[in-house]
C-alpha cells in the first residue's frame, strides 16, 4: 500500500510564501510524474504544477514566475515553492504520485490568502 502526506499550508498574507511538501511512502517501485492539484471552493480541480523523474516541469499559466515545483527522487518527495501569493491562490492543494500509471493522491493541505 502507497500513502502520500502533504504537509506546510497555512494562513498568509498576500505576497508572502509558502511551501508545500509531499512525501510518498509505502511500497514504491518506481515514482514516475509527480505533482500538484488545487481545488477552490466551487471550482473544479486544476492542474498547478507537474516534475517528471527527469524533472522536466510543467506549470499552469496563472501559477508561473511564481511557484516552482522540485522534487527529490531518493525521497520520493515533491516539492512546491509558492512565491508572491493571491489571494486567489487559496484553495485545498492537493499532491499525486504517478506509479506507473496508477496515480495516489493525497488527502490534501488548506492554503489560504488573505488580502
Known amino acids: 500500500q502507497v500513502r502520500v502526506v502533504e504537509s506546510g499550508g497555512g494562513l498568509v498574507q498576500a505576497g508572502g510564501s509558502l511551501r508545500l511538501s509531499c512525501a510518498a511512502s509505502g511500497s514504491i517501485f518506481r515514482i514516475n510524474a509527480m505533482g500538484w492539484y488545487r481545488q477552490a471552493p466551487g471550482k473544479q480541480r486544476e492542474l498547478v504544477a507537474t516534475?517528471?523523474?527527469?524533472?522536466?516541469?510543467n506549470y499552469a499559466d496563472s501559477v508561473k514566475g511564481r511557484f516552482t515545483i522540485a522534487r527529490d527522487n531518493a525521497k520520493d518527495t515533491v516539492y512546491l515553492q509558492m512565491n508572491s501569493l493571491k489571494p486567489e491562490d487559496t484553495a485545498v492543494y492537493y499532491c499525486?504520485?504517478?506509479?506507473?500509471?496508477?496515480?495516489?493522491w493525497g488527502q490534501g493541505t488548506q492554503v489560504t490568502i488573505s488580502s
Open positions: 516534475i517528471t523523474r527527469g524533472g522536466s516541469t
Open positions: 499525486y504520485v504517478d506509479l506507473l500509471g496508477r496515480i495516489i
